[in-house]
């Protein structure tokens, strides 16, 4: 039953991607998975309760964790490997849909919100204090100060009403990003550490 809960979960995301989630009705998502609407109840109460599982089900994905935990990468190699797992999410996306969220589904908005800041925040928070034991980011940073600040970027960011959806979506917005991060954390032996890794990603481009 979970399996095909999260096979749901899955096409119900591809729907909400391509067309938002306000004009995806559950007859629709039935059609798309080629089931009835009953067998749809039998695992949401109803559109508000899909809705909810849907974000609750992206929340708990651990992929984008497992990113800041590698024994094998230094601290900046894991906010290269972060820049090109969040490009290859831009890729997917559509502002309708965090429009739709926030716009009718406003409690689940608000939960969302509050969990994907604590995760980003530990997760940055782990990457300077890595950084720092390495010896490649400043040793009088806050890094407290420094994680916030980050959430608080991305949070304007996710907002987004400064730039085109094509800025915001390109590879070069996001290099722009983790760039500025990365020399405002960096210690001279980490900011060349950096510039190699770019020269390297540029050579085998």
């Known amino acids: 039953m ?36 009953k067998t749809l109840y039998n695992y949401f109460t109803d559109k508000n309760d899909l809705v909810k599982k849907f974000v609750a089900e992206v929340l708990d994905n651990k992929s984008h964790e497992t990113i800041f935990l590698s024994e094998h990468l230094n601290a900046i190699e894991e906010l290269i490997y972060v820049n090109k797992h969040v490009n290859q999410m831009l890729k997917d996306y559509n502002p309708a849909m965090f429009y739709d969220l926030r716009k009718y589904y406003p409690e689940t908005h608000n939960e969302m919100i509050k969990i994907r800041r604590g995760k980003i925040h530990n997760a940055i928070l782990a990457n300077l ?22 959430v608080s970027r991305i949070d304007s960011l996710i907002e987004n009403k400064y730039f085109t959806i094509n800025e915001f979506t390109s590879p070069q917005f996001t ?31």
């Not at 119900?12 to 998975?33: H, N």
């Not at 204090?129 to 600040?149: H, N």
């Not at 990365?182 to 990603?201: M, Q, S, T, V, Y």
């Open 175 to 205: 290099k722009e990003i983790f760039t500025y991060h990365i020399r405002g954390i960096a210690n001279e032996k980490g900011i060349k550490i950096f510039e190699d890794l770019l020269k390297n990603e540029n050579h085998n481009e």
């Open 129 to 150: 204090k890595k950084g720092k034991i390495e010896g490649i980011y400043r040793k009088e940073m806050d890094e407290v100060i420094i994680a916030k600040l980050h």
């Open 2 to 37: 979970e399996e095909n809960r999260k096979n749901i979960l899955s096409k119900v995301a591809e729907l909400f991607q391509k067309y938002g989630i306000k004009s995806v009705t559950m007859d629709d998502i039935a059609r798309e998975l080629s089931v009835s609407k």
